[in-house]
């Protein structure tokens, strides 16, 4: 605002100037006109005329003008003064105070504010503002600030790093903020320096005052965390060894590693700086790696506890030699370890812990192999600990569902969780009510030519009535947790033999295949419920397929062996799906009386471009040729993969490039379709 007042200050006084110039010309212009005429006439304008002024007029004409020049000046002088003075006035009249210096630095001006707050009453007083009871201003910083100022053009403004701190006589500080800008010297000598000096001193102790309380709060942590630790020390004191009892809580003893208490200490002694990424803190971006061993209990009740344990010693160590640096080792709980490291470090970490699967620790004489499951999640600073731990843990639960070496925490999957909770408690009522429903997903010969449909598997759906049609993933892991398992399973069985006698009936000779889990095969129940519907709807031999996983086959060989064994006496027909996403070895699956491998989809996906996935296909097409196992292609989506799996030899196709799953009528009606198109 005072930067603004003195521009119009500037402007008020020069235009004033140049009028009184002009009025002075005009008028001594006049006067040497007036005298031509007086003096006998003639046109003023002629040179003639001019040369011919009498000399006595010439004094007259020069003393007026030179006393309408002295008027003026002396009219330009006041004004000027006044200005000066009103602009003055108005610069004292402001809080802010404000420092002015000629060209060469020294004082031309020092507002009343400035005064009134630094206690200096006048210019003779401050000698040198700028130094002097200044604290933090010596002659070598004034002198190279007044280096840069000097440079400084017309108008810019500059401004110093750091406040000012002026010290008044009875020793109170104050703290100003210094803007400093060039302007125009309105009698025209050069220029002046404008210096507005704002006093943030109630600033500074405002903020001097947050961090005093600050301290004083840090203090009083520091003094809680002692008071604590005293605490625990004393209630301590009764043991043998207070600092083993204290690392006991926080490290595993065999190991040495972080346990979950371990995990939370981190976040109050190493989680300030910057060799971790946890979850919850700032600037957090890593991932978590759970590294979990399903079958370590085996070990506990075969071998003994102290095997065990030293097999828990020999895994720690190969995963430490896959980490970096950066990454912290913790063992969550007596099978489990978790991984903290870096996002830029995740893969080549992800590369090394899977690689460790099927290794081997060796504790004389055993040679114990290293089956573990992997899971990956996301650390940032939007989750806790716990939140991302539970993450972990969720995703652990779908990996051994799906029987999965490797899996990642996907966004929904809490979400899926909290439904798949929801639905445990409605599977009851969905029995009750009918709301479960079979699906059909037709399966074509690709050794025909003309791609016949040869039969079809069985799909449970769940006519959800607020959810909409739901499909096995949604719910089939809550089913075969609960005690609706049983009831589930025999629904499946009725009604696929139910579908197979309808398309009998009407014409269709099927084989209908449907999927049994792990628990099945061992449910002795289920066995007489096979029997009964078989004898009792005269089911010929293989009209009735079992769907195994190959990854239930890696639980226990000998007594599927046993259980596949004895499902055959019924004379139905076994498949093992998902063939190659489990871990069992070739030798195990030859033991297995089955009649059908079913490749996964994941062999098929692009296998018209993927050398690798020709290779196996074609090699599990001559493995199975020689056991006289018929080959299934699952997942077929493009033609082109249709055309190399014929081409491999494989028997039997099934994908949406063929069909979706279709509701028992609509599979009819597609019968009926392909029957008519056969017969023209």
């Not at 700028?130 to 017309?154: F, I, M, Q, S, Y």
């Not at 002692?226 to 083993?244: D, G, I, R, T, Y």
């Not at 084989?511 to 889990?517: A, D, G, R, Y």
């Not at 990854?551 to 498949?575: C, P």
Request: some cysteine; proline content about 3%; hydrophobic content about 40%.
């Amino acid at each position: 605002m005072g930067q603004l007042m003195y521009e119009s200050f500037l402007f008020k006084v020069f235009l004033p100037i140049w009028s009184w110039v002009a009025i002075t010309v005009t008028l001594a212009v006049l006067v040497v006109v007036g005298s031509i005429i007086y003096s006998g006439g003639g046109d003023p304008f002629d040179p003639l005329t001019l040369v011919s002024i009498p000399a006595s007029t010439i004094p007259t004409t020069f003393i007026a003008t030179y006393w309408i020049l002295s008027k003026g000046e002396r009219q330009r002088k006041v004004l000027i003064e006044k200005q000066i003075s009103s602009f003055k006035t108005f610069l004292d009249s402001q809080s802010t105070a404000i420092l002015i210096q000629r060209e060469d630095f020294s004082w031309y001006y020092v507002s009343d504010a400035y005064q009134a707050q630094t206690g200096l009453s006048s210019i003779d007083d401050l000698k040198d503002p700028l130094h002097g009871c200044w604290e933090n201003r010596d002659a070598e910083t004034v002198h190279k600030d007044r280096e840069v100022l000097r440079d400084l053009p017309t108008g810019v403004v500059s401004e110093l790093a750091e406040p000012l701190v002026f010290r008044k006589a009875m020793g109170d500080r104050l703290y100003f903020k210094v803007k400093s800008k060039w302007i125009e010297n309105p009698n025209g000598e050069g220029r002046l320096l404008l210096n507005n000096l704002e006093n943030i001193t109630e600033l500074v102790a405002q903020q001097q005052r947050i961090q005093d309380q600050a301290n004083i709060l840090e203090n009083q942590k520091e003094e809680l965390a002692e008071a604590l630790e005293k605490q625990v020390e004393l209630s301590l004191a009764v043991q043998e060894s207070n600092q083993a009892l204290i690392d006991s809580l926080l490290i595993n003893e065999r190991t040495g590693l972080p346990n979950y208490r371990g995990i939370k200490h981190l976040y109050d002694v190493e989680s300030t700086t910057a060799q971790i990424a946890l979850p919850g803190q700032p600037d957090a971006r890593g991932s978590l790696f759970l590294f979990a061993l399903p079958k370590f209990s085996e070990i506990q009740q075969m071998l003994s506890l102290e095997v065990a344990a030293q097999f828990i010693v020999g895994v720690a160590e190969l995963i430490k030699q896959c980490l970096r640096k950066e990454s912290v080792l913790t063992q969550i709980s007596a099978d489990q370890f978790c991984i903290f490291t870096h996002a830029d470090k995740s893969m080549a970490i992800q590369d090394g812990l899977l690689l460790l699967n099927r290794s081997v620790v060796e504790i004389a004489p055993h040679k114990l192999p290293v089956d573990s499951v992997l899971i990956e999640a996301p650390c940032n600073q939007d989750s806790t600990l716990d939140e991302t731990l539970s993450r972990v843990f969720l995703a652990y639960q779908d990996a051994l569902r799906l029987k999965r070496p490797f899996h990642r925490y996907e966004p929904g999957l809490t979400d899926r969780r909290k439904e798949s909770t929801q639905y445990a408690g409605e599977l009851e009522r969905a029995l009750e009510n009918g709301e479960f429903e079979l699906f059909f997903q037709p399966k074509y010969s690709l050794q025909d030519g003309a791609r016949s449909i040869i039969g079809a598997e069985s799909l449970i759906r769940w006519n959800h009535p607020a959810d909409g049609l739901l499909t096995p993933g949604q719910f089939i892991d809550i089913v075969e947790n609960s005690n609706a398992r049983r009831a589930v399973s025999e629904f499946v069985i009725r009604n696929s033999v139910k579908a197979f006698c309808e398309l009998r009936d009407l014409g269709f000779k099927q084989q209908i295949s449907l999927n049994l889990s792990s628990y099945d095969l061992t449910d002795l129940s289920l066995y007489s419920v096979i029997d009964r519907l078989i004898n009792e709807n005269a089911i010929g031999s293989r009209d009735l397929q079992l769907e195994v996983l190959e990854s239930d086959t890696s639980h226990d060989v000998d007594t599927l062996q046993r259980a596949i064994a004895a499902l055959k006496v019924y004379d139905v027909s076994i498949a093992l799906d998902d063939f190659g996403t489990g871990r069992s070895s070739l030798s195990y699956i030859s033991k297995l009386p089955i009649d059908t491998l079913k490749i996964d989809r994941s062999f098929i996906q692009d296998i018209d471009s993927s050398e690798q996935n020709q290779i196996i296909v074609e090699s599990i097409v001559e493995i199975a040729g020689r056991f006289g196992w018929k080959v299934v292609a699952e997942g077929i989506e493009r033609e082109e993969e249709a055309q190399v799996c014929t081409r491999f030899g494989v028997a039997v196709g099934q994908g949406y490039l063929l069909s979706r799953p279709l509701r028992f009528s609509d599979y009819v009606e597609k019968l009926e379709r392909e029957k008519s198109s056969h017969s023209v």
